[in-house]
């Protein structure tokens, strides 16, 4: 009896974490939500009780364009079984996904990334850095509302602080002149 207790544990963590991946969906790729999830990890722990799924070691979880690479994930959830937040911890932790089909993908990283579900933010702590078309964000801190786009960045100390580099975009070519103009 025990065992099916343990398998019905695993088997609602793994649905609650397939529930916190596809609200991390909100700006991707339309066809992403139709793609299956991938998790892959060295070890999980299940608590329901806590309602707390812990995957560890070489962490991957996939789906679509979205990629998830940590040390250490922690997927929160609710009394009612919603997830509230998902916790990727890394040297540094890895987030991408693409936005626009016509753009490259949003890549992300941090010693911790925090997302919000209720918000759809990412809280990104600890060398944080974010590329978005090859203009990038670092700093100490990174609040990135997925929604909006609107990012809010924190130093640590004058020799932590923040840094935003754009790249010139693109000019057209001239014309060519015509003779006789």
Known sequence: MKSANTARTLL???????????????????????????????????????????????????????????????VHGNASGEIRKVVAVGTPAHFQQQVEESTSPVKARARRIEFLVSTDALQLTGEAFVDRDGNTLSAERIDYDLNSEQMQAQGQSEKKRVEMIWKPEAQPAPKPVEDGQ
């Open 12 to 74: 609602a963590t793994t649905l609650a974490a397939v529930v916190a991946l596809a609200s991390l969906q909100a700006q991707a790729l339309p066809n992403d939500r139709q793609q299956p999830v991938k998790v892959s990890a060295d070890n999980l722990e299940a608590n329901r009780s806590k309602n707390l799924s812990v995957y560890s070691g070489n962490v991957v979880i996939t789906q679509g364009s979205l990629q998830i690479r940590a040390d250490r994930v922690e």
